[in-house]
């Protein structure tokens, strides 16, 4: 995830940086059901409105959540499919509360009503988010169900109401674009504090999709809107979060945007983002699905790396005897093509590696998605047409070797 906000903030604010600092534990996505009451385009679970067999029991789950308090794991984002369709998530929730995990919820929306949102926040959740594909019939169509944008924004209303933290997640693609404007927009007027801006990721039924995967350059002009929208509420001293999520190519992105428009700040933002480090796929983000097998992050779930039922989720999270995971921790990780060249590979992390073994069969090679040209990733054509290293407009080693006062 790339918090958006909080390297706009140092722009008027600036701090000094300090060493990087990873979490105790990863993160970890819990798709406790794979059922849902939607149907949506994009779905990396490919779940559907049945019962899927074999789900974790409420015995089972509280097992492993002792385990991953033992392991320091610090947040836990309850998902699905739809997670208010799992009869045991209150119970489930307010265990996880108890323990001290940060919970999140993470939900279409569509049924969170007047009959359940006194449970809801009754547990206190840390963060509700709602995924919102457009505005009216854009999402309602991405959602394969007429009325789905007004019974979400109903349960955003009834979580807002009631106090709690509440989030839109967007998944941005050629077919949804042209409602970012407005969704930015609606977010400001409904006073809701958080936006997550998804890159299409190729996983599930997002794989069958990846063919209306935004352009490059329409990911640039929503990343420039992103942008100047979050430095204007900040001027404005308006209460926002902005993160994005699936293309890590995202900071590199920032750097240039702050080299053009904030030059002064650039050398500052280069050792921010070194801080920040890019994909945490295996290392600090994890995924366990619906029947306990545990993978690198949500988007893939056609890598199994063992099941909580056979193996603690410590033991299989600490074992680097799998190939993929001793590759994703690997620092820097090594890579093929554009990424394993690119002068920012330690900003990005190379970023989405389950999109590179989609399209071309190797999860190290480039990272189709990214959007960035040749020449802001410190490339050349050479005298036989190949690709070759220059000099960055930042060179990270110089800029990382000295301290930048604020």
């Known amino acids: 995830m790339f918090r958006i906000s909080q390297f706009i903030r140092e722009l008027d604010h600036p701090a000094p ?184 990721n190729y996983a599930g039924r997002g794989n069958k999709y990846r063919a209306d995967d935004a352009h490059h350059q329409t990911t640039r002009q929503a990343m420039d809107l992103l942008f100047d929208t979050c430095l204007e509420r900040e001027r404005r001293g308006l209460p926002h979060e902005f993160v994005t999520g699936n293309n890590d190519a995202d900071g590199v992105y920032l750097l240039h945007w702050v080299a053009k428009r904030f030059p002064q700040h650039a050398s500052r933002t280069v050792l921010r983002l070194l801080q920040w480090g890019g994909n945490a796929s295996g290392v600090n983000v994890a995924n366990i699905d619906n029947l306990g097998t545990v993978h690198p992050d949500t988007m893939w779930w056609h890598e199994a790396l063992g099941n909580v039922r056979e193996r603690s989720f410590s033991a299989i999270w600490s074992d680097l005897s799998n190939p993929l995971m001793a590759g994703l921790r690997a620092h820097p990780r090594k890579l093929g093509g554009r990424c394993g060249q690119c002068a920012y590979l330690d900003i990005c992390n190379g970023s989405s590696r389950v999109r590179a073994g989609q399209i071309t069969g190797d999860v190290w090679a480039e990272d189709p998605a990214c959007y960035l040209s040749d020449e802001e990733i410190g490339l050349a054509p050479g005298a036989a047409g190949e690709r070759v290293r220059t000099t960055p407009f930042i060179p990270l080693r110089r800029a990382a070797a000295h301290t930048v006062n604020p």
Not at 135 to 146: E, K, S, Y
């Open 17 to 200: 940086a300090g060493p990087r600092r990873n979490p105790p534990g990863p993160v970890v996505i819990w798709n406790l059901i794979r059922r849902c009451n939607l149907t949506c385009k994009h779905c990396y679970s490919i779940s559907a409105d049945t019962d899927f067999a074999g789900e974790l029991s409420t015995e089972e789950v509280f097992r492993v959540m002792d385990d991953l308090k033992a392991f320091r794991v610090p947040v836990l984002i309850l998902s699905g499919g739809e997670p208010l369709l799992r009869p045991d998530l209150f119970d489930v929730a307010r265990r996880a509360k108890a323990m001290g995990f940060y919970v999140g919820l993470s939900t279409n929306g569509t049924l969170i009503d007047a009959g359940n949102i006194g449970r809801i926040a009754e547990i206190g959740f840390d963060y509700v988010g709602v995924s919102l594909d457009g505005i009216g019939a854009t999402h309602d169509r991405f959602r394969r169900m007429p009325g789905a944008f007004d019974a979400s924004m109903a349960g955003i209303r009834l979580c807002r109401e009631r106090g709690l933290k509440v989030g839109v997640r967007y998944t941005m693609t050629e077919d949804n674009a042209h409602d970012l404007p407005a969704l930015l927009r609606l977010v400001e007027d409904e006073g809701i504090h958080k936006f997550y801006f998804s890159h299409l």
